[in-house]
Structures are given as C-alpha cells and as structure tokens.
C-alpha cells in the first residue's frame, strides 16, 4: 500500500487493501470522511504500474477542480482534463472527466473505438455514484458500470445510502468482483442545534444526550400580515451574531432561493465579520482576481466581499463564484449564503452548516427535505485536521414543527433508486454493436431490473393486501350453502321482478282509469311476473337476515378482484419497463426509418453520435436543413431556443427575435409536432423544446454586443444566461464533431463558437 504521511482510517485501509488485491469496490461514506484517499491508493498504483487511470466526476466544476488538485500534487504533464468543452493531455496517466465523457467513450462514437479509448487504463474512479439517482443524468453511472471491460477496476465513491450492498451486488453481477466498504464513521463529528426565534441570544441543542428532542425548544408562534403567513425578518442576523459570538464560523448557510441568498448576505453585511488585516488581503486578492478578469469590475456583489459575507447559487457568473470559493476556501469570507447545488461536491467545508429550513418549494409544490438531501449539506460542516467537531444549525420557522427536525436528524440516508432511462441514442448505439437479443440482456443488466424486486415493493404490499381483502370476503359463510353464484342469480330474478312489478303497476292503473280489460299480452307478462316472484320464493336467500350482507360481501369481492386485475398487469408493465421502453424507442426511429433490419442507418448513425434531451429532435432539425443558410449569430440563436429548458425563463416576456429566426422556428414547430405525434404513438414521452427566450440575446452577443448590454436587458441572473449560452456552445461543438453533418453547418458552427467562447462565457 502506498505510505501517506497520515495514520488512514480502518475502512481507508479496508479499501486500499481491496484494490491492491485487485477487486473493484464501492465506498459508502458520509461527505468529509476522506473517500479521497481510497482514489488516491488508486491513483498511485497506476503511476507505479505506468498504466492509466479516469476519475470521473458529476459536474464539470467538479472537475476542474479535480484536475487543478492533481495537477499540483503529480505535476501537470501526468495529468489530463476531457469535459464537454474542454481537452487538455488526453493521454496523460490520469485523466479526469465528467461520467458522460466516459460513457460516450465506452460507447466508441466519436471518441474513436473502446479499445483505443481504454488502451492501458487499469483503474475508474466514479466519484460521486449516488448521482445515480439524479433523474435526468443517473443514466449515465449505469451505463458506465454496464458498458465498463471487466479487466479495468472500479473504485465507486458514495455519500451515504440506504442499500449500498445492493449497489455492490449489483456490480458484482454486472462487472467484476466488488467489494463493499460502508461506514457512518466521521473524523469530525457533528453536535446539532436549533434557533429558536424566541430565544434571540442562543443555539439551543436539538437533542437531548439520549437523542430525544429538547424540550426548552418552542415551536415558531405564526406571523400574519395583512392576512398572509410570513417568516420572520431579522433571524439571519440573530443566527449569524450566535455563530460569531461562539465562534463557530466559517459557515455555509443554506437556503433554498437565490433572492434570499443575495438579501440575506445584504442584511448580515453590516455585522462586519472581518478584521482589518483580512479586509486588506481580501482587497488584495479581489484586485489581482479583477485584472485578470475585468468583466467583474462593476459587480455589485465585490462591498460585500470585503464584509466577509457573500452568496453562491446557479444565478451568479461562474468565474465569480469561482472568487468565492477562493476566498471562503483561505478562510476569509465567514458566511456564504447558498443553494443546495452548493452540497454537490464542490470542495468548501466550513466549521458550521446553517439550513434555513427543512422544506423546500419543487414544481409540484412544497416538500420537505429527504434525509439524504439533509445529509448531504450537513456533511458540509466540520472541517478534518482543523475542527474538534462541525455544527450543523437548524433555524426554526413555522412552517415545521421541531418534532420533525428531530425525526430528520435522526433518520438513515435514502436508498438508491435507478433512473436507468433507455434513449434514442442508447438504442442506436447498442444496435451498432449488438443484435436485439445481447442488446436485451445488456438493458436488463441495469440497476434498476436488479433493484425491481425494491422498486416493486408497495405494489407487491398492495396486491397481498387486495389478497387478504378477496380471501376474507370469500370466506363469507351462507348458512343455507348457497355459492356466490346463486346469490347473484337470486338477486338478478329479484331486481327483474321488481322492475316488471313496477311496469304491471302502471300498466295496471292505465287500464283501470281508461276503464278497459286488460290485453292478453298484458296478462301474459303478469302470470310472467308472478313466475319470477314464485322463482325467487324458492331460494333462501328470499327470507334470509344476512342476504344485503351477503350481497355487500361479493360487490366489495368484485371491487378488489378488478384492483388486482389491474395491480398484475401493472407489475408485469414495470418489471419490464426497461425493455419496453427501449422498443417503444426502437419503434419511432424504425418509423422515420433510421434502422432497417435491426441496424442503424447512415443517419441512425449520426443520431447516435448526438447527445441531447431528445437527440431524435435535434437530428432531423438538422437532416431538415433548416439550419444551413443561416449566420452564425442566427444558429445560435435557433440552438439556444431548442436546448433551453429552463421553465423560469417562459415566465417573462420575450425580446423580439430576428425574422429569420422566427421562420426557422415556426419550421422547427412543424418537425416538433410531426414528432410528437409518433412519440405519442409508441409510447414514448421524451421532450422537446422550443423556448426562445435567450435567443435574441445570444445572437447580439454573437454579433458583438457587450456584456452589458445583454444583462441589461433581462432580469434573469447572469449564471443563468451564462449555463444556456454553455448548452450552444456544446450542440455547436457536437456538429462539428460528430458524422453526416453538411459542411457549411460544420464551418458555422465554428465560427459560432469562436464567437460566444469571449469573457465571461469561457470561464468554468
């Protein structure tokens, strides 16, 4: 084992020890635990064995960051950086890379073939693997592990989860012999409080030293204005003075708004968290960070810095926050106010976490924090060889109540769910290099068919509780013998005679009042009546006591025997969703006729090479030609409205677009229908988007429009603008990359890129 210059911990050791012996493993520990150690052994063996090693990361951030780390620690010519956008020294001995790199790589499109790709890589690193359960990306760690060769060694770091022995059964089956390591051991440990708004001057301990709830804590009293709940103003101020006070900044403080990150950093300014001596080095640093990047000279943000105070959240340019990081990471800035993206990774432990509450507005309404998630940004707090313990700070509000606090706190991590999803450009692949039948098997390998069995779980309960239901009703005992059958056949005399009772009567009382005999018919269908009500006479069930109830028995029967009807069909869908979902694909793309006898086509080939929501979508805007007489600043602008998916953006109104935009657009709803009509067909619900409102300030950016100009324009944040020129920027390159694309679209797209790649969208 390689000798490092610390005393590892017993699962460190466990897991070095696994990898030298030459077994893939997964490593199930909380954030801040060291997993980078066990990477590291890794990393170490392959520059001792002169073969290659990938470290695969979630996030290109991420990965920068990664490579920025091991560039120092190794030297720069052994290390190499591959992200959508960015290829430094592929061939370097370590190469780190976002997982969907490796995946495309796995897949030998235009990466050039697996074997080349994987020629003398003896280790992979996937580095954060319960992203598996992100439900647009978890794909794509499944894949990874499927599509890996046997021969190469997975090392699968992980926050903490439910069923990590599942995850590394599952590994075991589909790729080589893993071990697990899981363990809740913290080097730093965590001491938990609650604020308490009504006891301003302390951070009360959520926990009792038996782990039951404290009891001085009181629920937050409800605050009304002008008939709507609020929260309470000066709490963030009150909570931040505590951690001042007690010395337990740094902190990252967690809420779930990026306006409230930004007010919350405005009101706590004034605190003056900072001395003298670190305001002058903050100054220092943030001049020498502003002449290299002067597009941030007028931020509005650089007073606040100078606080010791300051926000991160998706809506700030990346190379700010990138300042941010800098200066929290030397100690400088207290208090950063962020979204939860911030937990992902990122590398900036603090003394304490603050989270502001424990339940968060989603689409679909609000909905309290899952104890994974609640995991995940408390880790933060604690930071190893520097704090005795970490603080985690929940603030009270009274949307929640300090029981639930307490039950979060305590609960275990989420199990990881798959989100295996087959796609256009999964199916076309596969069937490059497989036949339909080793392309099934490879589909079924996924975690999620493994998992089925825990995914099926509360429909299995509800079919054996409908089972329970059935067989108590079947129990049912007539004391005269009769079946169910008999009542029904008993009961459906019954309800005809009453009806024909009914209709005699007023036949009856027409006669009479018209004062005439009644016709032979007539007669007939009363002897008929009469025949039914003897016939009914003859079954016990005439006189019984318990008939209604022997009745309610069989309706409530038939009831739950359709519900398990239904239940079957539907475990039998799921269990092979996977597989259905991959022919429903197979379906459409065999309709527009991009695989014929179970191979793609020449265009099935470049779809496959696409890597979009719906690549199907993107290729036949581009097999349209729709895109090949326009300008550069056009392209983008067309680009930009079909990879923009971000709904808050619809919300307000849009800059007018270019004509031709709007036509090429308006053609683009034409193919987005034809599409949808086919998806719909096949059962297939992959979306589509058509969302222009970045499209006219792409294109003056393009046409050289200053930076200003375009935020000026808009109130959206400028991280925002900055991630959907990034997604263009990634199409473009795809078209100048990948097979079957017109030559001038190719050169368009360059010219494109060269383009929007100007400060500040070029800074990761």
């Not at 009293?221 to 008939?227: A, L, P």
């Not at 939860?340 to 509450?357: D, H, K, Q, W, Y």
């Not at 025949?531 to 079954?539: D, I």
């Not at 979902?581 to 265009?603: C, N, W």
Request: proline share 4%; with cysteine; aromatic share 10%.
């Amino acid at each position: 084992m390689y000798e490092f210059p610390f005393e590892l911990d017993e699962f460190q050791k466990e897991a070095c020890d696994c990898i030298s012996a030459g077994k893939s493993v997964v490593v199930c520990a909380p954030t801040g635990a060291g997993k980078t150690v066990i990477a590291e052994h890794a990393i170490h063996k392959a520059l001792e064995e002169d073969k290659k090693v990938f470290y695969t990361t979630p996030l290109k951030a991420l990965s920068n960051q990664k490579y920025n780390d091991f560039s120092e620690k190794y030297g720069v010519d052994k290390v190499g950086l591959l992200t959508g956008d960015t290829s430094i020294n592929r061939g370097g001995q370590i190469v780190v890379m976002t997982t969907e790199v490796f995946r495309n790589m796995l897949y030998g499109t235009n990466f050039g073939s697996v074997t080349d790709n994987l020629k003398d890589v003896r280790y992979v690193i996937l580095d954060e693997v319960h992203y598996m359960n992100d439900e647009q990306r978890g794909t794509v760690w499944e894949e990874s592990i499927i599509y890996c060769p046997t021969n190469v060694q997975i090392i699968a770091l992980s926050a903490t989860v439910a069923n990590a022995d599942k995850l590394t059964e599952w590994i075991n089956t589909v790729h080589s012999k893993t071990e697990l390591i899981n363990t809740d051991f913290r080097p730093v440990p965590l001491r938990f409080y609650y604020f308490d708004s009504s006891q301003r001057d302390r951070l009360l301990p959520l926990l009792t030293p038996n782990g039951t709830l404290n009891k001085k804590i009181k629920p937050e009293r409800k605050e009304f204005h002008r008939g709507k709940l609020v929260q309470k103003k000066h709490v963030v101020k009150d909570v931040i003075r505590n951690l001042y006070n007690q010395d337990m900044l740094p902190a990252i403080y967690f809420t779930f708004s990026r306006k409230k990150c930004d007010e919350q950093m405005e009101k706590c300014a004034e605190l003056d968290l900072v001395t003298q001596d670190e305001k002058r080095e903050i100054q220092r640093i943030v001049d020498d960070y502003i002449a290299e990047n002067p597009y941030l000279y007028k931020n509005k943000h650089i007073e606040y810095l100078l606080q010791g105070v300051a926000s991160h959240h998706a809506g700030l340019l990346p190379g700010w926050k990138v300042l941010v990081e800098k200066l929290f990471q030397k100690g400088l800035i207290k208090v950063v106010f962020a979204t939860e993206t911030l937990a992902a990774g990122i590398n900036m432990p603090a003394r304490s976490t603050v989270i502001s509450s424990i339940s968060k507005r989603t689409d679909s309404g609000h909905r309290m924090l899952t104890p994974s998630e609640f995991l995940q940004m408390s880790g933060r707090a604690g930071r190893r060889g520097m704090d005795e313990i970490g603080y985690v700070v929940i603030v009270g509000t009274s949307f929640q109540s300090p029981e639930e606090v307490a039950e979060l706190v305590l609960s275990d991590a989420n199990p990881l769910e798959s989100k295996f999803s087959p796609s256009y450009s999964m199916v076309l692949n596969l069937l490059q290099r497989f036949s339909l039948e080793e392309a099934k098997e490879l589909v079924l390998k996924s975690f999620g068919y493994f998992s089925s069995n825990y995914r099926l779980e509360p429909l299995i309960k509800l079919q054996e509780f409908n089972k329970e239901k059935i067989d108590e009703c079947n129990s049912f005992e007539c004391w005269c013998k009769r079946s169910n059958e008999d009542l029904m056949e008993y009961n459906k005399i019954r309800d005809l005679y009453v009806q024909n009772r009914k209709t005699l009567k007023v036949i009856q009382k027409q006669e009479k009042k018209k004062n005439r005999p009644l016709t032979p018919e007539v007669v007939d269908f009363a002897n008929k009546t009469k025949e039914l009500l003897n016939k009914m006479h003859s079954y016990e069930c005439d006189t019984c006591k318990l008939f209604k109830k022997h009745m309610k028995t069989i309706d409530v029967l038939f009831r739950y025997l359709s519900k398990q009807k239904q239940l079957e069909k539907e475990i039998e869908k799921q269990k092979d969703i996977f597989w259905n979902k991959f022919l429903a694909h197979r379906s459409v793309l065999m309709e527009y006729g991009y695989i014929k006898d179970d191979y793609p086509t020449e265009q099935g080939i470049t779809i496959s090479q696409l890597r979009s929501e719906n690549e199907l979508f993107l290729a036949k805007i581009i097999f349209s030609g729709v895109l090949e007489d326009l300008t550069p600043a056009e392209l983008a602008s067309v680009v930009c409205a079909i990879t923009t998916e971000d709904m808050r953006a619809e919300m307000y109104s849009q800059l007018p677009f270019s004509q031709k935009v709007r036509k090429t657009l308006n053609k683009i709803k034409d193919i987005r229908r034809d599409i949808d009509k086919k998806q719909k067909d096949c059962d297939v619900d992959d979306p589509m988007y058509i969302n222009g409102f970045y499209s006219p300030l792409i294109e003056m950016w393009v046409n050289g429009a200053e930076w200003d100009t375009i935020i000026g324009d808009i109130e959206m944040g400028e991280g925002d603008v900055v991630r959907s020129f990034k997604r263009v920027v990634d199409v473009l390159r795809q078209l100048c990359t990948i097979s079957g694309i017109p030559e001038t679209l190719v050169f368009t797209s360059r010219e494109a890129i060269d383009l929007i790649q100007r400060s500040p969208i070029d800074i990761d």
